[in-house]
């Protein structure tokens, strides 16, 4: 849990771009500006109740001081060297002992704030490192059973372990890896001493191994295409367990389109199993609704049959968890009434229910995106079923791919139930769609520059016919940052929420409570909101798939190390109020802190309604301008509004102009003393030539010391001006499109005057 920090600064990860090659130009366009990215921690995890060391790397890292976590159970210190100043991105991590085991997630506070996130585990069992070379049989690493070893895969080799087990003992290796945000597609193979297969595991599943007999067995573990770098991490699990338990896999993050699962309020209490054999209408299982299953998908080609009575009439709302179960499964279920019996038997279709439609247009990974690469809808399923006749029906459900897929991991969860109207969300960090082509995926964490505005895409899935608006909130926000969110219209899938910081906003992180609330029946419903991020840094998603994930938690942080390159707002805050039907014009200032590519911005509207608004042109060189809204052209009833302007501007941002002006103090100190030094030594030397006999020796090792002295300043010199050298040409100005949104709006608008 991050807790309020007024001098900190957090980020989470959401996404931004990059480019590809402008028309008019030969190089890449840079998209958003710069923000730090924790990439891999060593290990990525550990045993509640130990301390260790853990070294991170990542980018835009500079100047970080501090490693945090999402759970106060976890606590990190920079670790000192014998010199007593703190090692480069290395920190001393303790985990205390009632820390719940799991995954949770670590950030690295920077001069921008805190870096997007990287998976940190943990268990229960000990754990070790890798050892430096174990790619061959020779030198493979002896692992104790009931241990995690923290690993890194290298490039075209194999990575070998060794074990001791007793005959008829059950063996489990697991090895976690895309779970735990790794690169890695790992293939595990448990062999004899002499490295011989005897069992193999290529998509990513868990080994269960019974041993043929007594002694020693060797795991070899390799990237399905042979892989590898410090991005191909895994945590190797073995495990000696029981016969007829119930084995686990490690914990994993969750993919975005399991924000919707589960609905509210579900519990195990009325659960109940399938009953095998149901594969055939003769064997249906019989139920009685409203009905809580679980089953699986085994074996292959498996299709669970169920029967129940229905009256006509009746409505029934049927939900089917697998997939955001993490499981690789599309279920599919048909309804069918039945009349007549054996051969006489005759079914009519009722319905069939599928997917779970995506709530916006997802990115086809096309020239440009035409959507946001984040997919929050699902394979699995929520329907209605309408019962037309009374009498008996038949309910099939099936993988749809399951006849290649023969795995009793492959469970499902099958809800029915009456109708109990419900929503769940999930946002992220608005992507780009650049007219040029921008097929990269970043994370985007919200991370505000002070004076800045941060949009946030929200969807949702709604459940059994929930149709009405959705009002979004944030709360426990950093000093100087509020947020506005625009509704989610009635019917519709999509809103906005805005965060923005104050341009006299001080560092801050928080850990903010981000949730919508909407009426449903008569009353006040109020459901968090996901946040979702991209895993990786992909510069062209044509090359990589880009894979998000959901976050633990929703940090956000505001920082002044750098200023926004430009806020836009209205010249007051306040309700802005215009009769329905009238124009409303909103004058609006622009607090310019950058130089621009171009002389103006095009501003399209946010806002329930006000997208329609023409887009219009705001000058860059320019400290005003004002948006027309033609409340007539938009037909927009009376009622109140938050609104938002937005757009794309090419930045000339420079980078860290503080450390060149601190660079140039340094240097200027350095000279100061490296001069005063040179005097001296001077002065020393001459002495020692004019010295007296019985001083000579006192003199000449004064002046060495002086003359020593002198050439550490000028090494000093010379080190202070590479660095002021390499920080002008960091700072040089480069050219990044970034997103430029206003702070929000609140229109007000009044019915019109009827005729007398």
């Known amino acids: 849990m991050i807790r309020q920090i007024r001098q900190p600064l957090t980020l989470i990860a959401g996404y931004c771009l990059i480019s590809s090659l ?173 490295g011989m297969d005897l069992q193999v595991e290529r998509r990513g599943g868990m080994l269960d191994f019974e041993v043929p007999e007594t002694g020693k067995y060797v795991i070899k573990l390799h990237g399905l295409t042979y892989d590898g770098g410090p991005y191909h991490f895994y945590r190797l699990a073995i495990r000696d367990v029981a016969k007829g338990e119930v084995v686990s896999r490690q914990p994993a993050i969750q993919a975005v389109n399991a924000f919707s699962w589960p609905p509210v309020g579900l519990t195990d209490k009325s659960i109940r199993p399938e009953s095998e054999p149901n594969n055939q209408h003769a064997q249906a299982q019989k139920i009685t609704l409203p009905c809580d299953i679980t089953g699986s998908f085994y074996p292959a080609a498996d299709v669970d049959t169920f029967e129940f009575t229905a009256k006509k009439g009746d409505v029934w709302w049927v939900e089917v968890a697998s997939e955001r179960l993490g499981r690789p499964t599309d279920p599919s279920i048909v309804v069918q009434h039945v009349s007549g019996e054996a051969s006489k038997e005759t079914l009519t279709d009722v319905v069939e229910l599928s997917d779970i439609a995506t709530p916006i247009k997802v990115s086809s990974n096309g020239y440009s995106y035409d959507g946001p690469p984040y997919n929050a809808g699902s394979s699995d399923i929520i329907g209605k079923v309408e019962i037309k006749q009374d009498g008996v029906h038949r309910l099939q459900l099936r993988d749809l791919f399951g006849g290649t897929r023969n795995d009793p991991k492959n469970i499902y969860r099958l809800i029915i139930r009456k109708a109990e109207p419900d929503f769940a969300l999930v946002g992220w960090a608005l992507h780009m769609n650049l007219r040029n082509g921008d097929r990269s995926a970043f994370s985007k964490p919200i991370a505000l520059r002070a004076g800045a505005t941060m949009p946030i895409e929200v969807v949702v899935v709604r459940r059994d016919g929930f149709t009405g608006e959705i009002e979004l909130f944030m709360d426990n926000l950093p000093e100087g940052v509020s947020a506005s969110g ?134 860059l060189t320019k400290d005003s301008s004002e948006a027309v809204l033609d409340l007539a052209a938009l037909k927009t009833p009376p009622g109140d509004y938050k609104i938002s302007f937005y757009g794309y501007a090419v930045v000339k941002y420079r980078e860290n102009l503080e450390s060149v002006a601190s660079a140039k103090t340094a240097l200027m100190q350095a000279h100061q003393e490296a001069e005063a030094l040179a005097v001296e030594a001077k002065k020393l030397a001459e002495a020692a030539k004019t010295a007296p006999d019985a001083q000579r020796v006192n003199a000449d090792t004064a002046a060495k010391e002086a003359a020593k002295k002198v050439k550490s300043a000028e090494a000093i010199v010379a080190s202070s001006d590479k660095l002021l050298k390499s920080a002008t040409a960091r700072a040089k100005p480069k050219d990044i499109v970034d997103i430029i949104v206003s702070t929000p709006i609140t229109i007000r608008v009044n019915p019109a005057k009827k005729a007398k």
């Open 22 to 194: 402008l028309a008019s130009t030969a190089f890449a366009q840079l998209v958003c500006l710069p923000a730090p990215r924790l990439l891999t921690t060593k290990p990525m995890g550990g045993q509640v109740g130990t301390s260790f060391d853990v070294t991170i790397t990542g980018q835009n890292l500079d100047s970080s001081d501090k490693l945090m976590f999402s759970h106060p159970g976890i606590s990190a210190k920079q670790k000192l060297g014998k010199d007593g100043q703190p090692v480069a991105h290395t920190y001393e991590v303790s985990i205390a002992k009632d820390c719940p085991t799991g995954i949770h997630e670590a950030r690295v506070l920077t001069r921008l704030g805190v870096s997007s996130t990287r998976v940190f585990n943990v268990g229960d069992l000990p754990e070790a490192i890798q050892s430096k070379a174990n790619t061959s049989l020779e030198t493979a690493m002896k692992l104790d059973l009931n241990s995690i070893c923290n690993a890194v895969m290298t490039r075209q080799k194999i990575d070998f372990y060794t074990f001791e087990a007793n005959k008829g003992q059950r063996i489990i290796v697991d090895c976690a890896a895309k779970g735990i945000d790794s690169k890695l597609n790992p293939v595990v193979i448990i062999a004899d001493e002499k």
């Open 486 to 619: 625009l509704r989610i219209p009635k019917g519709k899938t999509r809103g906005i929420m805005l965060i923005s910081s104050e341009a006299n906003a001080p560092r801050g992180l928080t850990s903010a409570a981000f949730f919508g609330r909407a009426t449903i029946n008569g009353k006040l419903v109020t459901r968090p909101c996901r946040m979702a991020s991209m895993q990786w840094p992909i510069r062209d998603a044509s090359g990589e798939v880009p894979s998000p994930r959901l976050l633990v938690d929703v940090p956000v942080s505001v920082s002044n190390s750098e200023l926004a390159p430009i806020t836009i707002a209205p010249v007051e805050k306040k309700v802005w109020e215009v009769t329905a039907g009238k124009k409303l014009t909103i004058p609006l200032v622009h607090a310019r802190r950058s130089e621009f590519s171009g002389a103006n911005i095009t501003l399209k509207t946010y806002g329930d309604g006000f997208e329609r608004v023409p887009a219009f042109d705001a000058p």
